[in-house]
């Protein structure tokens, strides 16, 4: 645990009791401040209730005494309108704070020098993550991991001079956290989203690029024009190093075919590791995804004064990928299953769609979001027959008809075991089933981790499959 000392003796409240507001309560409580919790939702008070985690109700109290407020980073701050915890903090003068910044203050209280990777972007931060805390670990250090992804950030292990904490940030948790100030901060990239919670592209991604100008080297992705203009108003104000899966660069980090090569003002490179082969790195998005990983973990450690002369290559081909990400399940012959139950927009699903060109049998469908498919449409080629389940079935072949040949599956479970037998019967190279939905998942499953664990399960009892060994 990492304790909140600098709240040592002071009056908190916490709203929000989900993971990270449990974790905060408990970090503050551990550290002798006076914490006053609470949560609109009964079973959220019921579960803090279990923990000891003290109750009050904060539409009554007294919020002069106050020092902080520590918000769940799921409630809203700013937009579509401030919170009723948020206005009441902000009447009495009560900063608003999450618990990255708890963590960012003990870090610069405890250990100031210790190294803290923060990654954001719209797309491709947990992957990313994972990667940077996969290559150190491969390189023997000691790594904690954590924010966005897995565990609360408050229940790691605490800062010291040879921990790395890599951690995944949201635009919410960066909108509560003012003192960041992390060792590398990694701009991946910029599209359209959460814009219901931050008014405007604009404003999501002026919150994304705080981490960029707070951090003591930026690596900033210019794969698109809001981390170019990034690239361009961080050179004013420290080290920053750019990374591109999509033009070369110098001097910066970038792919030459499938390597990754960092290059020097005078175009000189040094090749660092290849994803040719590397099945949990497949696609540009995930290409991107590893030349922030690499520019991150070498950047760090020659900040720090250490060797950069890592196996990279080894790193990078062991890398186990994350769970319902483009994640290889197994084999039939030369047919292979991928599990992509994450990708729950087209946004996502064209990912998918660019990274297997070809003889893809796609299972798509589940609960609708806005746009549908139609931006798809440039990728129907490579689709040899499309499986549709759930609310979106009939929308979604309406979208096909006439241009990707479709049965309406209804259930995953149909669809997998047409797709399976259809792509058995293909002469391509490597026929691919896919399970890449292009939509949310609670028409059929709790959540999408849920249905991809049921589309494992499902692949793993088909005749003859091999499952993919491990790494």
């Given at each position: ?7 040592k ?10 993971a990270?507001?449990?974790a905060?309560a ?26 000891d ?28 309108e ?52 996969h ?11 954590g924010g ?43 599209t ?44 004013n ?6 990374f ?44 991107q995804?590893?030349?922030a ?24 081909s062991?890398f186990p ?12 012959g ?26 893809v ?8 979001k806005?746009g ?7 990728h ?28 309406r ?11 399976s ?38 692949v ?9 060994a491990?790494?």
């Open positions: 645990m990492i304790r909140a000392t600098s709240f003796g002071k009056s908190v409240a916490v709203f929000g009791l989900g990270s507001g449990i905060s408990e970090a503050l409580i551990a550290s002798g401040a006076i914490v006053s919790a609470w949560d609109d939702g009964i079973a959220a008070r019921d579960a803090a209730i279990a923990r985690i003290p109750l009050f109700d904060l539409s009554v109290v007294d919020w002069s005494g106050f020092a902080a407020l520590v918000l769940a980073p799921g409630v809203p701050l700013t937009h579509p401030p919170h009723w915890t948020v206005k009441r903090a902000t009447e009495h003068g009560v900063a608003v704070i999450g618990d990255i910044e708890i963590f960012a203050r003990e870090r610069a209280l405890h250990a100031p020098g210790s190294p803290f990777i923060g990654i954001t972007g719209t797309n491709g931060k947990s992957t990313t993550t994972a990667l940077i805390s290559i150190l670990r491969h390189a023997g250090l000691d790594v904690q991991m966005n992804i897995g565990r609360p950030i408050l229940t790691l292990e605490p800062p010291e001079p040879g921990r790395f904490h890599v951690v995944e940030l949201s635009s919410f948790q960066i909108d509560l956290t003012p003192t960041l100030g992390p060792t590398v901060g990694v701009m991946l990239n910029v359209p989203d959460h814009l219901d919670r931050h008014g405007s592209i604009e404003h999501y991604a002026e919150i994304k690029e705080r981490l960029v100008l707070g951090a003591d080297i930026a690596a900033v992705g210019i794969d698109d024009d809001f981390g170019l203009a990034m690239l361009r108003r961080r050179i104000v420290g080290p920053v190093v750019a591109s899966a999509e033009k070369s660069i110098a001097p910066g980090y970038s792919l030459l075919g499938d390597t990754i090569v960092c290059s020097n003002r005078e175009g000189l490179a040094v090749k660092l590791g290849s994803l040719e082969g590397v099945p949990t790195l497949r696609g540009k998005h995930n290409g995804n590893a030349l990983a690499v520019a991150a973990v070498r950047e760090c450690l020659s900040a720090l004064g250490r060797t950069t002369d890592l196996d990279w290559q080894g790193a990078l062991s990928g994350l769970p319902h990400r483009m994640e290889e399940i197994g084999r039939i030369k047919v292979l299953f991928i599990n992509d139950s994450k990708a729950t927009n087209a946004d996502s699903t064209e990912k998918a769609l660019q990274s297997f060109p070809r003889d049998y796609w299972i798509a469908g589940g609960k609708p806005a549908g498919i139609e931006s798809l449409e440039p129907f080629g490579g689709i040899t027959k499309a499986y549709l389940i759930g609310e979106a079935t009939d929308a979604f072949a309406a979208t096909l008809d006439g241009k990707v040949p479709f049965e599956s209804g259930t995953l479970n149909e669809a997998l075991w047409a797709a037998a259809d792509a058995q019967l293909s002469d391509g190279q490597e026929p691919v089933v896919l399970l890449s939905p292009a939509c949310a998942s609670y028409d059929q499953f709790r959540n999408f981790e849920v249905r991809g664990d049921c589309f494992r399960g499902l793993a009892a088909l005749p003859g499959i091999e499952l993919r491990g790494p």
